[in-house]
């Protein structure tokens, strides 16, 4: 059961079907299927890796319990996240049976056709857990037992699986105010696996968010920087990213439901951050303060030469029913409409031109891919497009982002795949599809005479491995 | 003349040419390509079917003055209206000579090279009437004489039509001050053709449309209920909701310029009813109105069962010179850009996780199909993505719309195809093409590894037959 | 060196792979390719005609420091446009070296793998100037001397490039207040080359552009009617239109933020006026009264028959820095979202109906092709679309637009190509990249049974040369 079922897993799948494309798309994936996997951006524990005897649980609680695009998917046809197992916020029970909940997924395994969940199941199941069967009502529990088994070994540990998967670095997600335990305790271990923290200040930074006061006092213990005004804020988000440096990192990260940048005046800013202290910030100062550190990050970035990330265009907790019971992230997050040329401006106009600066631009609205963010990016020095994201990181969505964007914004200023997932065992799957989708493309300009197989040997390992490695700073 | 011609319908059109995606398309499509046909949305005259006698009268009678898709086109290069036989609103003559009509139309029968109204009418012509020669100026008048002797047939009157095309259900798209007569005669009659109304409530919920205070005199009358107010409103509405369902109606029909959604109190809706009936609502009355009717006729249909349309983001009669002249429906209603994601929210945040409800949205703007609509469909319980509508009910129109949509949503939250036609002739060939690119771009996916032949045979039956009948309630 | 290299220019480029669209678009293709160019909107400079001993300068001059396409995507990569030898504004120094600017492109030629700058100089370098190697770092010296040998010889100026090139007619596009000198030098000289002037107003109606107080003398200098009010701007507008159809002028050119369109009173298009010359226009201003000349345009059109082009959604200069050192046209104009549907709707309800006007529109918002352009064009009389633009005029933009275009507008309701650049030598491979896939695009409706070969053919001449020549009125 070690060997991929051919009937699960077609060895030429996401390939064109023209014999002619097929050939060179073959070609070009055999030669970057076996590169090591560069994951610059991502949402893995580092807890997983930071004990060596640390496991993934039950199948339920690797496959279906924490992951928001197979519940979302099971959700909108009337299945409750209770009834999955969802934790609630009030610790109010829901489901407990893990089989059940695996039969559950099982019978409705028919929803995740045709859709990138179900390409990423479907290879992880018969390549990591060598299942050789397809799912369905009538074998899940065997299945169940199955990978239980597996997972119960030594070989499924997290540490084992990050070696096999032949991971050649990992990039964490983690707050701004994180003493970064786990990532210290990796480095501290003897295990030599490279996983690396991102600083994220999101928490810290939207000041309406859920929680600020108390995030604003773990950045306090954290950095050890009473944050009491903006001016020390400042001073502690500064000290906080030589930490993340000294552990590792090379990123930070920045979501926001726009793209809007800003430039307050130093009291401005001030003033706001003492109404946030105050608990009397408004949604207006709200949006000001994060157009403006936006601006500011991208400043802290020149000096201190931590490549810039911004995620925009996610209303998170679009459904107020989910979020109250369940909390965050269960996939009620909704894109909208966002506009990158005027928004983008005062923080270009501010930093645009500079060259050792890199700021990685991510949308949800790809009709701004052609009309913005391939035009910005093939201007600015700073700006570089990161891969398809989320609801896009897909096989459609690739050829779509590919389509779109390369033609104007050129390869250089994209950044390879990210797999942003906090799916571990998915990641293989999910840098496999990108290195087929990206063999493909490539072979059809080959066939049409576009580029010559020289110039597609090179873009091939350029999207497989090395833009990643360059733009992130990894190398 | 009854064996369709190889040279003018191919029977592989639609397919990819590649011969190994082909062949796959080929074989699902012969499996879907016999079934009947289910109807859910449409604008078929239901008085074609209560009267046995009832005919279509001339071919240009039939395919060419009422249809809004084959008269702009020829409008968009300088042909009047007038020489096309249009009807005016004050009933000021225009071409009468249906000859000379049918002649002008064929001498610029090249227009439609490529769009899908050349498509449908190419395949009408051979399959429905058994035209054997692509319409040219030179064939023009014997064609029509051809069409003229087949209408005149009784193999050819509505009902015969109907059987013939192996139409399972059919739904008609009714006002809400109906008394639906004519469905009540074709329940009436011995003939078993399943004609179904949808209740539409857009002329009397509209407060500013022309004719509202008619319309609501009209719901008065045929609820039996004197609407004097809003708590009275809802009240006809609710017993002409009965009424439709007593004739067989099982959904609703909305229509508006935007999504956007609200919820009011009952004394605001009364007041703005109030000015509405003094003819003294404002432009803000009314698109409060509308937004507020909209998650109040979602409250209705979570007690009646009747599952519920919205059809968003047309701007009717852009052209007020041809409004004026000619009325409604003349080929100039223009699409415009249409927010979901926070436009929805109000009605969502009320009724978005009930399971016993389903609402399906229809976008003129594909720009939310990936952004918007599959996220949002592919979370909350209520909702479905209808097909691709109007200028996107076309070959490229379907492939985008598979492209951009399935990935996200699933096939599940979606419901099949709706031919929302009131060319009644269109409807096969309609079908066809759905069932076409259905096969086709499920064919794409078996030939790539994406989805095995079993799973492909039952996505094929799906988008066929199976998800319409059961999102509508027709089973 | 003169045949063309099959390793670097394969003859069946940009086609399909599959072997039955291949053929078709092949012997489609076959059927265009040597047709004479019609290129009725450009930027050639039209000195380098009206002096038969004009040159195009070192090949550095000709082909990177004037080309925006070029050195913005170098430059979006660190390498500054003062490297580039790119001109200043007030005239501080830059790179003299051409070689060793031309040996930086080439050393960096790798990042147009993939780009439409890629294929045009790829073309161009093979086809007009007999290289016979892609071009590298190592081979670069030898390729400038190799260019700038042809450069220099009879058969490389630009008249003789003119008639090798098969140009049938060329417009270029000037400002409103030309004299139009070089147009008529041609025009006395006897050389038969057919250029055309295009009327430009932008410099003038535009009220807060720098420099509009001296293009408005310059105006006043050119009509001979000295511009004091709106009156006589109108005037002079209206005596220089007729100075440009004097010399062959067919079209006018007008390019805008928005689509924003309006009808200003006489008094208040007069009071604007008189604002903008007393220097005390506002923003609001400025745009009403572009959105009212726009419309006041159109009326002239109908009176004088000038075709009228509109170019809309370009934010100009969004890089400051660059702009304030270098000046305009320097790769840092970045598109944005744009509403044609309400915007454009004052100037339909005023003109749509003509059938003597044409209004050809241009958009850097793709997300408006399906949406709003193709049912505007469908529908309106005056209204047809122009090819893809810009950022857009490359093989997958040309895709989009017939995906997202054609089935609603038809092919009638488009203009055929536009090359719309100032780099002459590359006008020959950007028609040959729109034949070839113009001639794909209609082969694959064939193997499709969508057209048959007889539609096909007409199609196809329609795109690569009919269309512009009527809809531009150059027959």
């Given at each position: 059961?070690?060997?991929?079922?051919?009937?699960?897993?077609?060895?030429?799948?996401?390939?064109?079907?023209?014999?002619?494309?097929?050939?060179?798309?073959?070609?070009?994936?055999?030669?970057?299927?076996?590169?090591?996997?560069?994951?610059?951006?991502?949402?893995?524990?580092?807890?997983?890796?930071?004990?060596?005897?640390?496991?993934?649980?039950?199948?339920?609680?690797?496959?279906?319990?924490?992951?928001?695009?197979?519940?979302?998917?099971?959700?909108?046809q009337g299945i409750t996240l209770d009834r999955l197992g969802v934790p609630t916020r009030d610790g109010s029970p829901t489901e407990t049976d893990h089989r059940k909940i695996w039969q559950l997924f099982a019978d409705h395994f028919y929803l995740f056709r045709g859709t990138p969940t179900g390409m990423w199941l479907t290879q992880e199941l018969v390549e990591v857990f060598a299942v050789d069967e397809k799912l369905s009502s009538h074998n899940a529990q065997d299945i169940y037992t199955h990978i239980e088994a597996r997972l119960a070994e030594a070989a499924f540990k997290p540490r084992a699986l990050f070696d096999r998967f032949n991971i050649e670095v990992l990039c964490t997600t983690d707050p701004a105010n994180s003493r970064l335990e786990h990532h210290q305790a990796i480095r501290d271990s003897d295990w030599g696996g490279a996983i690396r923290p991102t600083f994220r200040p999101d928490g810290v930074v939207h000041l309406l968010v859920k929680g600020w006061q108390a995030n604003i006092i773990a950045?306090?213990?954290?950095?050890?920087?009473?944050?009491?005004s903006y001016a020390n804020f400042l001073h502690a988000l500064m000290q906080q990213r030589e930490h993340f440096k000294a552990l590792g990192a090379t990123a930070t990260d920045h979501a926001a439901e726009t793209a809007h940048t800003t430039i307050l005046s130093e009291s401005e800013a001030e003033a706001i951050f003492q109404?946030?202290?105050r608990q009397e910030a408004s949604e207006a100062d709200a949006r000001a303060f994060v157009g403006h550190m936006l601006t500011k990050s991208a400043e802290m970035s020149i000096e201190d030469g931590l490549v810039m990330q911004l995620h925009v265009g996610s209303i998170r907790n679009h459904n107020s029913l989910i979020f109250q019971r369940f909390g965050p992230d269960k996939g009620c997050d909704i894109p909208h409409r966002v506009d990158f040329t005027h928004s983008l401006r005062p923080l270009l106009e501010r930093v645009g031109n500079h060259t050792d600066l890199t700021l990685i631009l991510f949308t949800l609205d790809e009709s701004a891919y052609a009309r913005e963010l391939a035009p910005l990016a093939g201007h600015y020095p700073i700006l570089k497009l990161g891969p398809p994201w989320w609801f896009h990181d897909s096989l459609n969505g690739m050829a779509r982002y590919f389509d779109q964007v390369m033609e104007t914004t050129g390869l250089h200023n994209t950044v390879g795949f990210n797999d942003d997932t906090r799916a571990f065992p998915s990641i293989p799957a999910r840098h496999d599809v990108w290195r087929r989708a990206s063999a493909n493309w490539i072979a059809g300009m080959v066939v049409r005479g576009i580029v010559d197989l020289e110039d597609a040997y090179e873009m091939n390992l350029d999207l497989a491995y090395r833009l990643a490695k360059t733009a992130y700073r990894l190398d």
């Open positions: 059961m070690t060997q991929p079922s051919p009937n699960l897993l077609n060895p030429d799948r996401y390939f064109d079907t023209d014999p002619a494309q097929r050939r060179v798309a073959r070609e070009l994936y055999e030669a970057s299927a076996k590169l090591p996997i560069v994951s610059p951006h991502g949402h893995v524990l580092p807890e997983w890796f930071s004990d060596p005897g640390a496991s993934f649980g039950s199948p339920t609680e690797l496959l279906i319990i924490p992951d928001h695009y197979v519940f979302r998917m099971l959700y909108s950045l306090s213990e954290a950095s050890g920087i009473n944050v009491t109404r946030a202290l």
